[in-house]
């Protein structure tokens, strides 16, 4: 569940279960999503990317859906491995302002064995 | 794929004393990098944006005097952190723009200031 001040929220899964990462974002303008996966003590890495004029992407395990009416992108990770342990953050490009990245929060994903 | 170095990845310093950060594209040239910020537990803060030669662009409240960059080359960018002091405790990772949607990441600088 979600935990408030300096945590992350959190989602433990099992090993073997699907994940669902879930992520708001601020501007209605931002017209290209990433989803980066980050290990501890490491830089981003690029997972799976969707532009605005799609609703869904997929990838090998993962899919990203868009939700551009209420601002909201998912991540979903089939078959969870102990692997996929990670914190992982959604970003936001308005391809008109710079394009610049605007990451959000960031989701820390446990997978339990 | 494009591949991003960063060094060092760990520095300790006294506070006053200035460290500099190095940012290379390994694999490919990068006319725009980028620095961020990430404290423990939180996301990613753009700091500025590096443009081969010419100077850096500065996010609101980055103080620019403290947080100098230099984009000498198309594969080189450096970060200096000016007179550090604990607060200034951080992970800065920088990013290099392939194209117009596309940054590689490097690994990070864990920096202590004492």
């Known amino acids: 569940g979600e935990s408030v001040g300096l945590h992350l929220p959190t989602l433990s899964v099992q090993e073997g279960d699907n994940s669902i990462i879930n992520c708001a974002y601020s501007n209605s303008a931002s017209d290209y999503f990433i989803w980066y996966k980050q290990e501890s003590g490491k830089g981003p890495q690029f997972i799976i990317d969707i532009r605005s004029n799609m609703d869904k992407r997929q990838g090998q395990r993962v899919t990203v859906l868009l939700n551009k009416t209420v601002k909201h992108l998912s991540l979903q990770i089939a078959a969870t491995q102990p692997g996929d342990s990670a914190v992982y953050f959604c970003a936001e490009i308005f391809t008109g302002g710079g394009n610049k990245l605007t990451f959000g929060t960031g989701t820390q994903l446990k997978v339990e064995l | 794929g494009a591949v991003v170095s960063q060094h060092p990845s760990r520095v300790i310093c006294k506070s006053g004393t200035s460290v500099k950060i190095e940012c290379r594209s390994l694999?490919?040239?990068?006319?725009?990098m980028f620095w961020y910020r990430q404290f423990p537990k939180q996301s990613l803060m753009l700091m500025a944006t590096s443009n081969e030669g010419s100077k850096a662009t500065y996010e609101q409240g980055v103080e620019k005097d403290k947080f100098l960059i230099n984009h000498a080359s198309l594969t080189l960018s450096t970060l200096t952190v000016t007179s550090a002091h604990p607060e200034d405790s951080s992970f800065y990772i920088c990013s290099a723009r392939v194209n117009t949607d596309t940054q590689y990441f490097g690994p990070g600088t864990r920096l202590t200031v004492l």
């Open positions: 694999d490919f040239q990068a006319t725009t």
